[in-house]
C-alpha cells in the first residue's frame, strides 16, 4: 500500500464517504475503486463487486484468473450526544473505544468544553441547528441527555427526521411519557415517536452515570448489530 | 481527532516517523473464525502493534511474517486452519480457517 493511498483512504473516511481499495492478492497491485474512471481494471471490479459494495461486503473476487481481495470501508460509526451533563463523560469514553466518533452539542459551554471532554468535538449550538449541520446519516446514532425539554425536544426534532439508525432519550417513564404527549402535540406520528429508546439503554439496574453509560452503549451496539445481521449498513 | 480508525492513524503516524509499517488484513474466512474480514493489524518495525487479525491465536506467526514483508516489499497471503492444541504451530482453536494478506506500507524504491 502507497503512503498516499493510506492518506487518501483516512481523508475519505474523516469526510464519511464509502471508500472501496481493490488488491491483487499475488502481485499486491492495489487502486482505490472510482465510479467514474477510465482505467480498464477499474471498471471491470466496479462491475463484478458492484454487489459487494452496495451491501458493504469485503471478499475476494474473481477477475480473469486474478484474485482481488475488495475491502469496503463504510463511513466511520458515529455517536452524537446532546446534553454534556455527567454522564456524557463516562458514555464519550465508552463509545470512544466502541470505535464510535464521539460529537457532544450543548449550547452551555459552562457544560460542553475540552476541559471535561478532552478531545472530544464540541458544538455550543441549539441542538436542532447543531444536528442539520452535521447531516445525519444511516451511521450515526443520537442521544438526548439533558433532562431539559427545550433542549431534548430540540434535538428530537432533527432526529426524528433523519435517518440516525438509534435515537435515545434520558428520563424515567413518566419523564418519557410526557415527551411523548410533547412529541404529539408537534405532531409527530406515532411511527416517528417510537422510533425513540426510552427510557434509554439496556435494563442492566444500572445506578451511577459509569453504569448508565454502559446501558446506553450496550442497547445502541445491540441495535447495529440487529441492523447488520439484517444485512443492511 | 477522533479515533475514527485507530489502526491505519497508527500505520500513518509511524510511516511519518520514517518507520517501516506492515498491513495485515484478513481477506477470507470459513467457519468460526474469531475476526471478521477487513479486520487489520499494522506492525511496525519497532514491533508496536495495532489492532488484530485473530483472537490472539495467530499474531505471532503474522508479526513474524511483517517483518520479512516490511523488509523485502513483497506481499505475502498466509493461510490459517484448525490447530492441533498439542503442537507448536499457529493456528486457530475455534475450528475456523483464515487467510491474511500481508503488504508493506510505502512507496516502493
Not at chain 1, 442539520?132 to 446519516?137: A, K, R, T
Not at chain 1, 442521544?143 to 440516525?164: E, F, M
Not at chain 2, 499474531?59 to 506481499?75: D, F, L, N, R, W
Not at chain 2, 499457529?90 to 512507496?107: H, N, P, Q, S
Request: aromatic share 4%; with cysteine; charged share 25%.
Amino acid at each position: 500500500m502507497k503512503d498516499k493511498t493510506l492518506s487518501q483512504i483516512l481523508s475519505e473516511k474523516q469526510n464519511r464517504n464509502t471508500i472501496v481499495v481493490a488488491t491483487e492478492i499475488n502481485s499486491g497491485e492495489q487502486i482505490i475503486v472510482k465510479n467514474d474512471s477510465d482505467s480498464e481494471i477499474n471498471n471491470k471490479i466496479l462491475f463484478t463487486a458492484k454487489n459487494n459494495i452496495i451491501q458493504g461486503k469485503s471478499e475476494v473476487i474473481e477477475i480473469e484468473s486474478k484474485k482481488w481481495f475488495i475491502n469496503i470501508s463504510l463511513a466511520p460509526l458515529r455517536l452524537i450526544i446532546v446534553g454534556a451533563v455527567h454522564i456524557a463523560q463516562p458514555l464519550a469514553e465508552i463509545a470512544t473505544i466502541s470505535g464510535y466518533e464521539v460529537i457532544i452539542i450543548d449550547p452551555r459551554a459552562a457544560f460542553a468544553n475540552n476541559q471535561r471532554f478532552p478531545d472530544i468535538k464540541i458544538v455550543n449550538e441549539w441542538p436542532e441547528v447543531a444536528l442539520n449541520n452535521l447531516e445525519i446519516d444511516h451511521r450515526t446514532a443520537v442521544v438526548t441527555l439533558t433532562h431539559d425539554p427545550k433542549l431534548d425536544d430540540s434535538a428530537l426534532n432533527a432526529a426524528l427526521k433523519s435517518n440516525a439508525f438509534y435515537i435515545g432519550s434520558l428520563g424515567s417513564k413518566k419523564t418519557h411519557n410526557a415527551r411523548i404527549q410533547r412529541l404529539k402535540m408537534a405532531h409527530f406520528s406515532d411511527t416517528e415517536i417510537n422510533k425513540i429508546h426510552g427510557p434509554i439503554g439496556l435494563n442492566i439496574g444500572a445506578k451511577s452515570p459509569q453504569e448508565i453509560a454502559i446501558s446506553i452503549m450496550s442497547e445502541i451496539v445491540s441495535i447495529r448489530n440487529k441492523f447488520e445481521n439484517n444485512g443492511d449498513n | 481527532m477522533s479515533k475514527f480508525d485507530d489502526i491505519l492513524i497508527k500505520a500513518e503516524l509511524w510511516r511519518k516517523n520514517n518507520k517501516s509499517v506492515a498491513l495485515a488484513t484478513v481477506v477470507s474466512t470459513w467457519g468460526s473464525s474469531p475476526r471478521p474480514v477487513g479486520s487489520q493489524m499494522a506492525i511496525s518495525e519497532d514491533l508496536d502493534i495495532q489492532g488484530s487479525v485473530s483472537g490472539g491465536c495467530i499474531e505471532s506467526s503474522v508479526i513474524t511474517a511483517a517483518q520479512e514483508i516490511m523488509k523485502t516489499g513483497k506481499p505475502k497471503l498466509l493461510k490459517y486452519g484448525v490447530s492441533n492444541s498439542e503442537a507448536w504451530e499457529a493456528g486457530l482453536t475455534c475450528g475456523g480457517k483464515v487467510e491474511v494478506f500481508v503488504e508493506r506500507i510505502g512507496d516502493n524504491d
